[in-house]
């Protein structure tokens, strides 16, 4: 079955340390990878994707994502985190011929003064 | 450009009464996603439209809930009748061939 998960449900990070955000997936074929986030009240605000070419894609506000086909994963880095970046992450997978994303249940980032 | 608009933002209601959510999505972009997000869930889709047309509604419970894209701008999802389960954020999003989609904010919907 095709599935998103993110193992980390919520994670707390001092103003200034480096965050990793997991994300491994199950999928026929390599699909679209995206990191999005959530403010309260918020819609999705995309952070970055992955098409295709490089495995290290950059995004905004500082955030960067690899692509691990051997590990299924697309994990999202960030080296110095700001008490702006609190919010919820959701990673998804896109499929290439229908545009349907499948997303994960979203981690949650507190980040501590 | 103008992002996703949706309204309202709140709605309460109370069970079996019927609810409606507006989504104008951004200009030329052809396909146009209804979203129900559950609280501490991932966004699920309910339904997936190609201008006018249904690409997606396999998620959609079709005894309850209804959708439309009249002219292949705006949409509408409804609700009839709403049950408790029903309390979620629904979001809308649009886009245009492979590129990614674009969020609205969401309408907030309560049920009592």
């Known amino acids: 079955a095709q599935s998103v998960t993110q193992p980390d449900i919520h994670i707390t990070v001092s103003e200034g340390a480096s965050l990793e955000l997991r994300c491994n997936y199950s999928?026929?074929?390599?699909?679209?990878l995206f990191w999005y986030v959530q403010s309260p009240g918020q819609g999705l605000q995309l952070l970055l994707k992955?098409?295709?070419?490089?495995?290290l894609v950059q995004g905004i506000k500082g955030f960067e994502a690899e692509f691990k086909r051997s590990q299924s994963s697309f994990n999202l880095r960030k080296p110095s985190v700001h008490w702006s970046d609190a919010a919820e992450y959701f990673c998804a997978v896109g499929d290439r011929g229908t545009y349907k994303y499948i997303f994960g249940t979203g981690t949650r980032l507190k980040v501590l003064a | 450009e103008a992002g996703v608009a949706q309204s309202p933002r709140y709605k309460i209601i109370e069970k079996r009464q019927s609810v409606a959510f507006w989504c104008n999505p951004i200009?030329?972009?052809?396909?146009l996603y209804w979203y129900q997000q559950i609280l501490g869930q991932g966004p699920k889709l309910l339904i997936q439209f190609q201008n006018n047309g249904v690409v997606d509604d396999s998620q959609l419970p079709k005894d309850r809930f209804s959708a439309e894209r009249l002219k292949g701008v705006d949409s509408t999802l409804k609700i009839q009748p709403a049950k408790l389960e029903d309390s979620a954020v629904y979001l809308c999003a649009s886009s245009s061939g492979q590129s990614p989609q674009h969020f609205g904010d969401g309408t907030r919907l309560s049920i009592l």
């Open positions: 999928y026929g074929a390599t699909p679209y």
């Open positions: 200009s030329g972009h052809a396909t």
């Open positions: 992955y098409f295709s070419g490089d495995t």
